[in-house]
């Protein structure tokens, strides 16, 4: 007698593999249940293999393949009763798993396909290192090293920073008590609309009352703060972070555009081949007697930021343009060397008694 196994459809197929790949993202057994997912999370994080309809159907599709896998004893609600519930694997079977490897190298070669091109190094590193679905690195294999000093950051309050974080995340207003520069303390009520880690100081980016100027506001600023569910956040007129930050607004500058032309020698000549200033930067070598390598061309905003890494470099550098530029460069030099040349004179004079 031949034995007929019949052949399995495209649809269970599909189920399987995106049981398996929904078994994959969840985290490892012993997971603590604030690093486990939700079903929020996971839907994020699936994308479209839930299909495209209404967040409902996506939801209810879900649910039923998480069902499934907790009774098959393959995963486990960590808090069982609560909301959102959150899972985590059972077993750590899958981590040798030959099909669930190849759905990482996918994974992984999606990614590098992403952030290469647009030289987004920082958030290829970032999802390396935390995406919680699926880390590909330890923080023992890859660590992001700062090429500048690094201030100690902030102290903020606990309750502020978690109001913040919990009135972004319901889209509701900020009840806070402010202190100024000078000690002065005033109660807007907040409307937030982004967050934003600038070296060792988050800042707010809000609406404040029933004004339409967005202000920044340095979170170790505010003495109280409390979210406002009842209250909906205000949405400011066309906000978008990642047009903020390259318009050099998060710098406090107001990020005109200019033409920057320098010249540079030293370490910065290899630095800025490799590690351009902008995406249109263009270079020339300098003539057989300039005492620097290249001379570089790049179109980007003017900010605080550009100002320190110029002063920064010291004699390696010099701005030819813009014009006005070239005279603060100047300026901030001169009153740098104030400081020292006493100092400077009173070592080379010999007579001096000090």
């Known amino acids: 007698m031949i ?22 993202l969840l985290p490892k057994p012993r997971t603590k249940a604030t690093d486990c997912l939700d079903g929020a999370r996971l839907l994020e994080i699936l994308n479209t293999t839930y299909g495209t309809g209404s967040p409902a159907s996506r939801r209810r599709a879900l649910q039923r393949d998480l069902e499934t896998l907790v009774k098959d004893g393959r995963i486990e609600a960590v808090n069982p009763g609560g909301k959102p519930l959150r899972y985590r694997r059972t077993t750590h079977a899958l981590d040798d798993d030959a099909l669930i490897w190849d759905y990482t190298l996918r994974q992984l070669q999606d990614l590098v396909a992403e952030a290469v091109p647009k030289r987004q190094l920082d958030r290829l590193w970032e999802r390396l290192l935390y995406e919680r679905d699926q880390p590909l690195l330890s923080d023992q294999q890859l660590r992001v090293v700062p090429d500048s000093l690094r201030l100690r950051p902030v102290e903020l309050y606990p309750h502020v920073l978690q ?24 109660t807007p009520l907040l409307h937030p609309q982004a967050l934003v880690q600038r070296g060792p100081i988050p800042y707010l980016f809000a609406l404040k009352n029933d004004e339409d100027q967005l202000r920044f506001y340095a979170l170790h600023r505010l003495i109280r703060a409390k979210a406002e569910p009842q209250r909906p956040v205000r949405a400011a007129p066309n906000f978008d972070l990642d047009q903020a930050i390259a318009e050099g607004k998060v710098d406090f500058g107001q990020g005109e555009q200019i033409r920057l032309v320098i010249r540079v020698r030293g370490y910065l000549t290899q630095l800025l081949l490799a590690c351009p200033l902008s995406d249109e930067q263009v270079w020339e070598d300098e003539p057989d007697d300039s005492a620097f390598d290249l001379r570089i061309e790049a179109e980007l905003p003017q900010t ?27 300026e901030q030099t001169r009153k740098m060397a104030d400081v020292y040349v006493q100092e400077t004179t009173a070592l080379s004079d010999p007579s001096d008694p000090a």
């Open 163 to 186: 109001a913040v974080i919990s009135a972004l995340a319901q889209h509701c207003a900020l009840q806070v008590t402010y202190r100024n520069a000078a000690g002065e303390r005033s």
């Open 3 to 24: 034995a007929y196994t019949r052949p399995m459809s495209a649809a269970n197929y599909d189920r399987i593999q995106r049981l398996r790949r929904l078994e994959a």
């Open 304 to 330: 605080g930021q550009l100002l320190r890494w110029l002063l920064g470099a010291g004699d390696k550098l010099e701005v030819l343009a813009p014009t006005e530029l070239r005279h603060v460069l100047a």
